[in-house]
Each structure stands twice: as C-alpha cells, then as structure tokens.
C-alpha cells in the first residue's frame, strides 16, 4: 500500500519548489529588462502629429447628402463646404 500521506507531502514539495524555480526565473528576466531600460531607454517620438481641420457639422440640403449633418470645413471667410458633395454655404 502507498504511503499517501508521504506522497502528498513530496506533491507539495515539488509545487513549492516548482514556485520558486518560476519566481526566481520571473525576476531574473525582470531586472535583465529593467537594466536594458536603464541603459537602452527608449526613444521620444520623432514625429509630431499635426492637428486635425477643424470642422463642423451642419445640415446639408443637397439631395446627394440628404438633409443629413455632415462634417463641413472652412472654406473662406464666413464660408463652409460640405465634406460629402462640396457645396459651399455660409457658415452657421
Ligand atoms: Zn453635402
């Protein structure tokens, strides 16, 4: 007959050193990646991204657009133009 109680004792053994063996590996790779940061930062950005038109939506009347709102941009000095048919209409 197996000695379960002897069994059970070594399956909690191997767990817990199953554990650590994970945890020192895990803080192994963690403080390798935390002296290639250190070393090796990472670069800024280069490219700044531009703003974006501003525009505003407005009900065009076109049968293309349908009465629908859609994005007009400026077009002018008091001034928009409909993003969908180019229409141009004074502004609201
Ligand atoms: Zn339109």
Redesign the pocket.
């Known amino acids: 007959m197996p000695n379960v109680l002897g069994l059970a004792v070594l399956a909690l053994l191997l767990t817990g050193a199953a554990t650590v063996v994970v945890g020192a590996v895990c803080g192994t790779l963690a403080a390798g990646r935390a002296l290639h940061r250190l070393l090796w930062p990472r670069p800024l950005p280069a490219a700044v991204v531009p703003t974006p038109r501003r525009y505003a939506w407005v009900a065009?009347d076109?049968p293309?657009?349908g009465h629908l709102q859609?994005p007009h941009y400026p077009a002018g000095p008091g001034r928009v133009q409909?993003?969908?048919?180019?229409?141009v209409r004074p502004s609201p």
Do not use: S, W
């Not at 409909?82 to 229409?87: A, L, M, R, S």
């Open positions: 065009c076109t293309r657009c859609t409909c993003n969908h048919c180019g229409t």
